[in-house]
């Protein structure tokens, strides 16, 4: 049983167009949650984060959303990049500050 | 260095073999995390040290696996009698408290360990 999931392995998006990842969770007890970036052979980077009691987030090209009703969160990015193209991992955090992690969606901008 | 620095970056080992993973985390970070990425999954959560203890280890998968930090610093991941099964990139992770204020945690490059 997943608490974070992301339904989406994969999103293809043209450069200059918004990117929309979405992730679900089922415990509603999650603090923080965070989006996490990974290029091939290295490891995951961090983009952005949200505690869970505010509804939005933004940094530059990047905006986290949350929906606390519907456990729900999504990242925007406009406009993409050809240099966004990676894996990207929402997370949230657990009560000894451990990160659990969905599988993740796959990101390519087309130039 | 800067960064949380893992290695080796890649080991090769035959089934039934003993493997050491090494992490050295970011100079003053307490909190120390080690993951296990399988192929097409998301960081899956094993062990979590706040200085020398193991805080949180409920996510060792089986008693194959044991992870030490004696001086809060850098830390071991040890895999006895490995299995093809075990065969995954380890990640390491470094915080400087654990409730840090954005919940944030710095990953390093990762150990890939393939079990033949």
């Known amino acids: 049983d997943q608490q974070v999931k992301q339904n989406s392995p994969s999103l293809s998006v043209q450069e200059g167009r918004i990117s929309i990842l979405n992730c679900d969770y089922t415990n509603s007890m999650f603090d923080y949650f965070l989006w996490y970036k990974k290029y091939p052979a290295e490891g995951p980077t961090f983009l952005i984060s949200i505690s869970s009691i505010k509804d939005k987030n933004e940094d530059g090209r990047f905006t986290v959303f949350l929906n606390k009703s519907a456990k729900h969160l999504s990242l925007h990015i406009v406009p993409s990049q050809p240099g966004d193209s990676a894996v990207y991992f929402c997370a949230a955090r657990g009560s000894q500050g451990n990160l659990i992690f969905g599988k993740g969606t796959k990101l390519s901008v087309k130039p | 260095g800067a960064g949380v620095s893992q290695t080796p970056s890649n080991k090769v080992t035959e089934k039934g073999k003993y493997v050491e993973l090494r992490c050295d985390p970011i100079?003053?970070?307490?909190?120390l995390y080690w993951y296990r990425q399988s192929l097409g999954q998301g960081p899956e959560f094993l062990i979590y040290f706040q200085g020398t203890g193991a805080a949180d280890d409920s996510g060792l998968p089986n008693d194959r696996f044991f992870a030490v930090r004696p001086e809060g610093s850098v830390s071991t991941l040890k895999i006895q009698r490995t299995e093809r099964g075990d065969s995954a990139v380890y990640l390491c992770a470094s915080s400087l408290t654990p409730s840090g204020a954005t919940g944030e945690l710095f990953f390093g490059e990762g150990s890939r360990l393939t079990v033949l």
């Open positions: 100079s003053g970070h307490t909190a």
